[in-house]
């Protein structure tokens, strides 16, 4: 299966090189609502939603679409048609085993909806949770109320946002049953943060690119642009290229294949 990532153009370039994928803090992202499905408490509950903000702190996640051609998502984080969308397999333990990820990719779904049902959970139950996001998965029992609720919490956003066609990967930030050592040790949790993004961290582990996609604007579709390096490691590592163009006849957007040894000879 093949899942896509709208980058701009400088964080673009810098994922293609490094074929590793970057998760983000949920604070850190552009929607404040982020993770606040299971807000809606009663009065003088702020103890219960105390925790549920503890658990959203212990996270981190990964954004990926079903599309490449969404014309909202090109101008919202594609650097207003300037960058890539970048097309991963992800049919590997990376994203796909639980023992590395509280969501893996197949159960990652993001579920849209107009209203937030009020919470009917006690805080026992909550704090349970927020020891599962830190590595504490107990009894089969457990883990299956975990899931509930962690699919709500992590899942789930207003239905304005149904365009992006969302599926996520949520990870562990960390773990109180292990050494950072430890924790560090396994290419699925190893990762580097970085200064300038706050929120990011880059995990080490390689991923495979099956397609990368160059916006309308994308400044590498120029001649004599000094891109000799990608268009060399595209054509290296077989990356199906494509640019995005304009559907004259409609107001949407369609792809148009590009030869990668044609952009070799543009250098």
């Known amino acids: 299966m093949i899942l896509y990532k709208y980058y701009g153009y400088e964080s673009g370039l810098a994922a293609l090189k490094s074929q590793c994928l970057g998760f983000r803090e949920p604070r850190n992202f552009n929607d404040p609502f982020e993770l606040s499905a299971l807000s809606h408490v009663s009065e003088g509950d702020a103890d219960i939603l105390e925790k549920v903000n503890e658990i959203r702190d212990s996270v981190v996640i990964l954004s990926l679409t079903r599309t490449p051609l969404n014309p909202l998502m090109w101008a919202h984080y594609g650097d207003e048609h300037k960058g890539f969308v970048v097309g991963y397999k992800v049919d590997t333990g990376f994203f796909q085993d639980p023992e590395f990820s509280l969501v893996p990719i197949d159960e990652g779904d993001v579920f849209y909806t107009n209203t937030k049902t009020p919470l009917n959970v006690c805080k026992d139950k909550l704090h349970k949770t927020w020891l599962d996001t830190l590595g504490a998965f107990d009894s089969p029992q457990e883990k299956l109320e975990f899931n509930k609720l962690s699919r709500k919490l992590f899942l789930t956003k207003h239905s304005t946002w149904v365009y992006e066609e969302e599926v996520r990967v949520v990870k562990p930030k960390t773990s109180f049953f292990m ?23 880059i995990y080490h582990q390689q991923h495979t690119i099956s397609e990368v996609y160059f916006g309308v604007r994308n400044p590498l579709l ?46």
Request: glycine letters at 6%; hydrophobic letters at 35%; aromatic letters at 8%.
């Open 179 to 201: 050494t950072c050592a430890d924790f560090q040790s396994h290419p699925f949790r190893s990762f580097n943060s970085l200064d300038n993004v706050p929120g990011l961290r």
């Open 222 to 267: 120029s001649e004599g642009n000094g891109s000799d390096e990608l268009y060399e490691l595209a054509n290296r590592e077989n990356w199906g290229l494509s640019k995005i163009v304009l559907d004259d006849k409609s107001w949407s957007l369609k792809s148009s294949v590009l030869d990668s040894a044609e952009m070799l000879a543009k250098i």
